[in-house]
């Protein structure tokens, strides 16, 4: 885009769900340090971005907002999604585990979601109410709606702010759905990265897994990082923020394959950088559950490489929010330009 200025740019977005994110996945009862883990690491991240002044978006599920299954149940859209496959539903965990209180803290994080939100430099975002699956067969676009105003809702009701920014869980990226995102308040979404493997995450064949695990430690793909005059701003849409790069959990006995990540997480910060472009890294808060020391220890190189760049050669850090804010603002003066 014409006389647009681009600026070096790191942005993080982190998919904040504890359970509601791998209930179809693995069983609680084999997870319950691993989410204990997760709730004392999300306390030291908010320290650790506020200290450094980073810009962090929280895409949080919006069932974690409420104190016990009692307020979980007020807030529920009057439509829920009706999935083909029945195990996806969020919805049908109450029956199996509001008796054993001592498991909702897998469930309920209201005290955390508040910390992320006055904490300086966070923005909070949604990541749906349900953790909902756009791209299954047979929910709908009507109930995808009435999610999003649930996840509203819950927020209003605790004085938080409504969300402008989302992620859809499992990346299931809808265009169709951009819409209705935008008429929900919705001004900026995370996309997913442009290479072939990144396209289907609902069938998630073989070959897609694989070449979407190898290009976290090899360079299998193209550059990750853009410009943000790439981003293309469309009047009654949300802005379409790509992902660049997953932060893979620390495997506990590959050094090998966490030193290649981390190495190639850095390298491509630095290239980005250099082109002046935006370099958006994202994972789970979950993720640092099975080694949180170390995988602290790898964020803190990380931040740490960041600011450097920050110093060489002018990189900033900005939320989803504010990233759809500056494109906003550059493509309407460089449109008066003309």
């Not at 910390?115 to 047979?138: R, V």
């Amino acid at each position: 885009m014409e006389n647009f200025k681009n600026i070096p740019t790191f942005t993080i977005s982190l998919d904040f769900e504890l359970y509601w994110g791998v209930f179809d996945k693995v069983a609680l009862d084999i997870k319950q340090s691993y989410f204990s883990n997760t709730r004392r690491i999300v306390p030291e991240l908010l320290a650790l971005f506020a200290q450094e002044e980073v810009h962090v978006t929280w895409a949080t599920v919006g069932m974690l907002f409420a104190r016990n299954w009692k307020e979980w149940q007020e807030y529920q859209p009057v439509q829920q999604p009706t999935y083909a496959n029945k195990q996806l539903s969020a919805y049908r965990l109450q029956e199996l585990y509001s008796q054993n209180s001592p498991m909702s803290t897998s469930f309920f994080a209201p005290e955390l979601v508040k910390h992320i939100a006055s904490t300086s430099y966070q923005e909070l975002a949604t990541h749906t109410y349900c953790h909902y699956y756009c791209n299954e067969q047979g929910q709908s676009l009507d109930q995808f709606r009435e999610d999003l105003r649930s996840a509203k809702r819950i927020a209003s009701v605790k004085d938080l702010p409504a969300p402008t920014s989302l992620v859809f869980p499992r990346n299931q990226f809808n265009q169709q759905y951009l819409k209705v995102c935008f008429e929900e308040g919705i001004t900026s979404v995370r996309s997913n990265p442009k290479e072939w493997f990144w396209r289907d995450t609902v069938e998630d064949k073989l070959l897609n897994k694989v070449f979407r695990t190898g290009d976290g430690y090899l360079p299998l793909g193209q550059r990750t990082s853009f410009p943000l005059s790439s981003l293309e701003h469309v009047e009654g849409m949300p802005l379409a923020i790509p992902a660049s790069r997953f932060l893979r959990p620390v495997i506990g006995s590959k050094p090998l394959l966490n030193r290649l990540r981390l190495t190639r997480i850095l390298n491509e910060m630095t290239e980005a950088a250099k082109r002046g472009e935006c370099y958006h890294l994202w994972w789970h808060p979950h993720n640092f559950g099975d080694y949180p020391e170390q995988s602290m220890t790898d964020l803190q190189v990380i931040i740490r490489h960041f600011k450097q760049l920050q110093q060489q050669y002018g990189m900033v850090s900005m939320t989803m929010r504010e990233i759809q804010a500056y494109v906003k603002e550059e493509s309407q003066r460089t449109t008066e330009d003309r």
